[in-house]
């Protein structure tokens, strides 16, 4: 049944609901033996997953703004949310720069900086860049480290820091 070239049935053999139109290769279908529901598939084609969407997608939040793209081009895929404000604030992507502002927390829900581990973390070939600070009361937090003006400094508690004079060999 429909009317303007479009059809609404159920397929007999598996009861797979199907709404599309005659002049079009793709097709909105529920699998009636799973209830995966597909968007945009091939013609004959039947959803693997809950949510099978061919191409991209868009989850819209409470507003227009906030929403979750899945964008798809010739050279990969990416993953991007929105905040209320319509700003991308993480993305994910197969084929160029991936980021995360502001801040990202790995073991704490709440981050204080760009990135906040709780735990042990295992970076290789760190760069640390920063102020060294003006005195051994300076702002810093236990474990900031710091170099400048050939010295290492150490933060080793709350506002404390120590600092060595680095030579060549």
Known sequence: ?????????????????II??????IQ????????NVGIKLPTGTLPVMPLDVSGEAQFRGTNALEKVVVDHDSQGSEFALYDSAGTVTTKLSSHANNWITPNLGLGTSSPAYNLDCT????IEG??????VPASASA???????????G???ACTGTNTWGRVQLSTW
């Open 28 to 35: 909105l279908v529920i699998d009636g033996n799973v209830g």
């Open 119 to 122: 735990g042990k973390a295992r």
């Open 139 to 149: 702002a810093g937090v236990a474990g900031q480290i710091a170099v400048g003006g």
């Open 20 to 25: 599309r139109k005659s002049n079009q290769g």
């Open 126 to 131: 760190a760069i640390l860049t920063g102020s």
């Open 1 to 17: 049944t429909g009317g303007h070239d479009a059809y609404i049935y159920v397929e007999p053999v598996n009861d797979d609901l």
């Open 151 to 153: 010295y290492l400094y």
